[in-house]
């Protein structure tokens, strides 16, 4: 099923909030300026109710949370996404889980909270399925997953994964991050997923041995385009070191 | 036969201008109006991109004391994508609108500038000197603007005449280098400057690095008589009319020259050379950091006073425009800020100078023309960085791009394009 347009601004708010993490910066829950996907959660699935599974950094369970209903296992999120029929219950869960995670892999549970809001049942039970991997120290193999089922998921969603693909594949992988994200970018040029996309692989190009002129011109298209954007300030600062640097 | 629109047509005009008013930005507005007040995200860049259009061989005009001194561009998709890349916001305005603020402009303290040519720019700097040595390299660096350096050999060869626009590093021109040998006698970057200055002499047949340096002063007021526009910051402002004062006299410490100044030296200065000081009493201690009493903090001494702020004068925009582009700011009062001279006793100035901002009674930055040409001193070394010391880390300005200091800098730097046409006599 796919989301209402009861959700819209929600989901807005969550990809706002996740492009707004500064690149290479992390989530740190229960610092001051991190911002809680639980809370976050709550505002989008209003009347849901929803009770924390303990956990070190878990949030207190709300006040309207029913007293029958509890978060689900990790394990079981895919599932949840996949079948429809409990996806409220899924996305609390996904919430959870960012929230007891800290750093880069709560980074990568708020994507995809991102993508199972704004996605089909496929396109989140894959990311799912994928970031579970990561979370046993597999990112290579979740990313793999997503390769190699992306085409079973609608068009639409597919910018979103493989935004998330790349990420997993940041650390142990750039090259294939950077293959990912031309891929994205090629797919799809007016994705959300496509500023913060460009910025990486001009990142990942800017490098030594890499291709500085196809940095220049993504970043280039980059603040043209979408000027405004929260990475475009990132774009202008690479820009600016990129010319000046020999 | 005059066709009537007929009610189809209509009807598709007005889905159209419905259209349009959700477009992101009219496809083909007449002219890009680039903001200088708050709103702006950076000022500085905004420079940057108007000296970009003026490169291009496009004019621009200068809108003094309209939203804090706008910028009209003409529009097109090479300036709009400027301005994206640059990070300055550029308001597209048709022809109506420019009608509108040409209005105001009318009835305001307020003056349309055209602007018609990029300057060319030199600094006078040593072959060493880092970029943050320097607020104006750095400002320069920052806006994107192209400009080439120069030192005394370049400027005793003659080349000053291939530029408009000279600005002055921090150079101390009594020859003194900067009395540095108080503090930094044993360090290597002054072993090596005094070295390099002692071969510049020997080149050009000179005597010491005080006559060097002051052979070069007058080659710079040679170049601002016939025409130049001379910008200085900190030393250079008071160094180079105590050199140009002293050309009858000794005013050197006997580490510079290896004599001692002479006893009477004050009293020997022919202030008529200077640009913009008179009467001020020498400082030939060689164990005082400071150069005379033009400069009110005397940073470096016993006498060291606090900073405070300056407040920038507002001018009659249609009566002076000169004065009133050199001061388009968005903020009136600035944080003062140290350098070897920061301000200038108001008792030590030429009449005639315009003293742009005072602080209490003392000025921070001051004009004045010589010939045919013109000067401004801007008293301090970094407009962001109050208490600069050597080895400070450099100024980054992509943490200030909205800085009301370093925008008195680049007022500078666009104002030889403004050089009004030569008056037609008969």
């Known amino acids: ?134 979370d046993e120290g597999e990112p290579a193999e979740g990313a793999g997953l997503i390769r190699s089922e992306l085409d079973t998921v609608p068009e639409a969603d597919r910018p979103a994964l493989l935004g998330l693909a790349a990420h997993l594949l940041d650390g142990p992988d750039p090259a294939e991050a950077a293959e990912l994200r031309t891929r994205l970018l090629d797919l799809a040029p007016d994705a959300s997923e496509a500023p913060e996309a460009a910025l990486r692989l001009a990142r990942y190009l800017a490098g030594p041995g890499e291709d500085r002129e196809r940095a220049v011109e993504l970043l280039e298209e980059l603040i043209v385009s979408a000027p405004n954007h929260p990475v475009a300030p990132t774009a202008r600062h690479m820009l600016t070191e990129i010319r000046r640097s020999p | ?37 708050r709103p702006q995200s950076d000022h500085l860049k905004a420079y940057g991109l108007t000296y970009w259009v003026l490169e291009r061989g496009e004019t621009a005009e200068w809108f003094l004391n309209y939203r804090d001194g706008a910028f009209l561009l003409p529009d097109s998709e090479a300036t709009r994508r400027e301005a994206a890349l640059r990070g300055v916001q550029a308001e597209p305005v048709d022809g109506a609108a420019v009608a509108r603020i040409r209005a105001r402009i009318q009835e305001g303290n307020m003056e349309a500038v055209p602007l018609e040519t990029a300057p060319r720019i030199a600094i ?24 080439e350096t120069v030192w005394d050999g370049e400027v005793l060869q003659g080349e000053l005449d291939e530029f408009d626009w000279l600005h002055l590093h921090h150079e101390d021109f009594t020859g003194q280098y900067s009395k540095f040998f108080l503090a930094y006698s044993g360090s290597a970057w002054l072993q090596e400057e005094v070295a390099r200055n002692e071969e510049m002499a020997a080149r050009f047949g000179l005597d010491d ?76 201690s060689p164990s005082v950091n400071a150069f005379s009493d033009i400069d009110f903090h005397q940073v470096n001494t016993a006498n060291r006073r606090p900073l405070g702020s300056f407040r920038l004068f507002e001018f009659a925009a249609k009566i002076d425009p000169v004065a009133s582009m050199l001061v388009q700011n968005h903020q009136a009062v600035i944080s003062d800020f140290y350098g070897l001279t920061t301000s200038f006793r108001t008792d030590r100035l030429k009449p005639g100078v315009t003293i742009l901002a005072q602080e209490g009674d003392r000025a921070k930055y001051v004009h004045g023309t010589l010939g045919e040409g013109t000067w401004t001193f801007y008293g301090g070394h970094d407009p962001e960085d109050p208490e600069h010391q050597i080895g400070d880390a450099p100024t980054n300005l992509e943490l200030h791009p909205n800085s009301p200091g370093y925008r008195l800098i680049l007022n500078n730097v666009l104002f030889p394009s403004a050089r009004p046409a030569p008056l037609r006599t008969q």
Not at chain 1, 25 to 43: F, I, K, N, Q
Not at chain 1, 93 to 119: F, M
Not at chain 2, 137 to 143: D, F, N, S
């Open chain 1, 1 to 134: 099923m796919r989301p209402t347009g009861r959700v819209t601004m929600p989901v807005l708010a969550v990809v706002t909030a996740v492009l707004a993490v500064p690149l290479g910066a992390t989530v740190s829950p229960g610092s001051p300026d991190a911002y809680s996907p639980l809370e976050m959660l709550r505002g989008m699935v209003g009347p849901v109710s929803v009770q924390a599974v303990p956990a070190p950094h878990a949030a207190s369970p709300p006040q309207s949370a029913a007293p029958d209903t509890v978060l689900p296992e990790p394990q079981a999120i895919p599932e949840l996404l996949a079948s429809g029929q409990d996806r409220a219950r899924a996305l609390a869960g996904i919430g959870a889980r960012a929230e007891e995670l800290s750093g880069r892999r709560a980074t990568l549970w708020i994507q995809l909270l991102a993508v199972a809001e704004k996605g089909g049942p496929e396109a989140g039970a894959l990311a799912a399925r994928a970031l579970l991997h990561a």
């Open chain 2, 1 to 37: 036969m005059t066709r009537r629109p007929t009610r189809t047509a209509g009807a598709v005009i007005v889905l159209l201008l419905a259209l349009a008013a959700f477009l992101p930005l009219p496809a083909a507005a007449q002219h890009l109006l680039v903001p200088m007040d």
């Open chain 2, 209 to 284: 690095v005080p006559t060097l340096k002051r052979t070069v002063a007058e080659e710079i007021r040679d170049y601002v008589e016939a025409g130049g526009f001379l910008f200085a910051m900190c030393s250079a402002t008071e160094t180079l009319d105590l050199a140009l004062a002293s050309h009858r006299t000794d005013i050197s410490a006997a580490f510079a020259n290896g004599r001692p100044p002479a006893p009477d030296a004050t009293q020997q200065m022919d202030w008529s050379r200077a640009f913009a000081f008179q009467g001020a009493e020498v400082q030939t």
């Open chain 2, 124 to 147: 006078y700097t040593p072959p060493n000197a880092q970029p943050w040595d320097d607020a104006v390299t750095l400002a320069l660096e920052y806006a994107d603007i192209p400009y």
